[in-house]
């Protein structure tokens, strides 16, 4: 795997904004209070109708490390505007920030030292406190949050890299990775969001890590476009399951659009990265990318009667180690009883 290891790392911070006054002044202060300052901020905002370029331009003014603020004349969106900010980086490794966040002192520490001690690692997360609008700690941490388990972070410690295609849990509010793979990774596929894209990506040039320390706050309110999920207990999963069954004039819908919705958007990944230069490990990593896209395409493309579906599972053997690999025998289950018009795409 190619790998950058500078002798000093050069660390550049890129936030976004857009109508971000409310909050916005304590990120700041966090980034502030770092016990390694970032050699440069850059902000993107996204043509903000409140105070929050106000307050960036006075951060700048006072701020001990150069700050560089670009003011969007039209929405680009968070995706785009990130993308933005990350291009215009300049330092070897890069950090991204959320402006409704807030940073522990040794966020910036942590990250980079990760990054120099193992120079295999292209890209690093961390786990993160959870905070409400009034930056009081909330139950339960980022990571558990959006469905981080033990098991999935066994299987990624184990290289299994098939986890970042098929689960979000990776936030990049906690993001730090090397420069170099801005080029090999973006322009982010469609239908990506960019964090997600990077954990996508990086594992075919790259080692991803991931830190167990909460290096950040993540706030949960009512105005942020991507938060955490509430856990939902065994019992309520079970519950929400039956109910799904029972319902049959949403589960059948929901179920087969999830698929189709999964297929679709690993196919991108597989087509970017087609034509790339990758090494062996990065080129394995892909062809389990493939395996997992026809999987799924395969189901997204059962028969619409269930008895067809039947033979069409049952006479390929192979089919039940991978619902047991890949989803559970259950999902094996409402393939075959829940209504299903194919929808043929792959």
């Known amino acids: 795997m190619r790998t950058e290891t500078p002798p000093h790392a050069r660390i550049s911070v890129a936030l976004c904004t857009y109508n971000g006054e409310r909050f916005l002044p304590e990120q700041l202060d966090s980034i502030l209070n770092q016990t390694r300052l970032p050699d440069e901020l850059i902000v993107c905002d996204d043509n903000s109708s409140d105070n929050t370029l106000i307050l960036l331009r006075a951060f700048a003014e ?3 490390f150069p700050v560089t603020v670009m003011e969007n004349k039209s929405k680009l ?10 291009h215009l980086c300049s330092g070897t490794l890069i950090a991204l920030a959320d402006q409704d966040d807030l940073w522990h002192a040794s966020r910036l520490q942590h990250s980079e030292k ?3 001690e193992h120079p295999e690692v292209g890209m690093t997360f961390s786990d993160g406190t959870l905070i409400d609008d009034q930056s009081k700690p909330l139950p339960g941490n980022l990571w558990t949050s959006f469905g981080f388990s033990d098991i999935i972070q066994q299987r990624l410690a184990a290289k299994d890299y098939l986890v970042c295609v098929q689960l979000r849990f ?7 990775f090397r420069t170099f793979l801005r080029d090999l990774c973006f322009p982010v596929g469609e239908g990506w969001i960019h964090d997600e894209w990077l954990a996508a990506s990086v594992p075919l040039f790259s080692e991803l890590y991931p830190l167990k320390q909460n290096l950040i706050c993540y706030r949960l309110h009512a105005s942020q476009q991507v938060g955490s999920t ?8 079970l519950k929400l399951s039956l109910h799904m069954f029972l319902d049959a004039g949403c589960a059948h819908e929901k179920h087969w659009n999830e698929i189709h919705k999964a297929a679709t958007l690993i196919q991108v990944v597989c087509t970017r990265f087609a034509e790339a230069q990758l090494e062996s490990q990065g080129s394995d990593r892909l062809s389990a990318y493939r395996q997992f896209a026809n999987y799924l395409a395969f189901r997204s493309n059962l028969p619409a009667k269930r008895t067809q579906r039947a033979v069409s599972i049952f006479r390929k053997r192979k089919l039940y180690a991978q619902y047991s690999n890949y989803s559970g025998l259950g999902s094996m289950l409402k393939d075959l009883l829940l209504a299903h018009a194919p929808l043929r795409y792959l």
């Open 170 to 176: 990776v936030t990049g509010a906690t993001v730090m």
């Open 230 to 237: 509430q856990q939902i207990s065994a019992i309520g999963r």
């Open 114 to 116: 990760l990054l120099l």
């Open 62 to 64: 006072q701020a001990p």
């Open 77 to 86: 969106g968070s995706t785009q505007n990130f993308l933005q900010a990350i």
